[in-house]
């Protein structure tokens, strides 16, 4: 198992996961700095991300969308507020609209990676803080596995028919 | 660590109920404030008929509850907030398991190469 520990302050709304791989940091640095190796990760096998734009710096951007099993999208976007290979990357992380235009009023978070080298293993830490928890619910929503995948605004019914996959 | 998740058909309500925009602004103002359902249907461009379904769909989530108070029928945020955060971050770890598991198989891949 290589999630080592995780830790959750439901005062504060904040998630933190220890992580550690079988691989050098260069490596696992990788997975966040390569956009092609991130979308392969970062949606649900069922809802597969894309991202369109990654300016993979301090400043930059990224637009991704996950495409759900009917086809549809949902949206989000990053600010990259800090690049530090290959040991620290943050980024806010928010809701995009169909037009890939930030969503203010349903929040942002700020997540936080860093990478510690174990000796040719790689421990990673990543935090999420979160504002409020209508804006989890809808981290929740968004990032949920089969069974509970609901883009924001999809009618019942076809929240319905998902959960029963 | 003690994993304390909701019930699948309970999920299943909550998010029914939370993927509408109308009821989750529902939501956050009686979580704030109890209001009347007519109280509610003027907030919105919708018949206080419409509102009023939108209530119920809340209700069998349980995250309003209604009283009847004289004429009137009153609305509350029902949800101890922190309770729920507490299962949101269940969830939300559950993403992020999946994600290091996924992360594991594409480093897995390429170990062959590294050696």
Known sequence: MTVISTEKDTEALHFRLVAEFDAGVERVWRIWADAQQLQRWWGPPTWPATFETYEFEEGGRAAYYMTGPDGEKARGWWRITAVEPPRLLTFVDGFADENGDPVPDMGETAATVTLEDLGGRTRMTMTTAFQSIEQLEQMVEMGMEEGIRAALGQVDALLAEDASV | ?115
């Open chain 2, 1 to 115: 660590m003690v994993v304390q998740t909701l019930r699948q058909d309970e999920v299943d309500r909550l998010f029914q109920a939370l993927a509408d925009a109308t009821r989750r602004d529902i939501v956050a103002r009686v979580l704030v404030a109890e209001y009347s359902v007519s109280g509610l249907a003027e907030q919105y461009d919708m018949s206080f008929a419409a509102v009023q379904k939108h209530v119920a769909v809340l209700q069998r989530a349980s995250l309003v509850s209604k009283e009847k108070r004289g004429r009137e029928q009153i609305v509350r945020g029902e949800v101890d907030g922190v309770q729920r955060a507490r299962r949101l971050l269940d969830d939300y770890e559950r993403i992020w398991r999946q994600r290091v598991d996924r992360i594991t198989d594409l480093l897995g891949e390429d170990a062959g190469d590294d050696d």
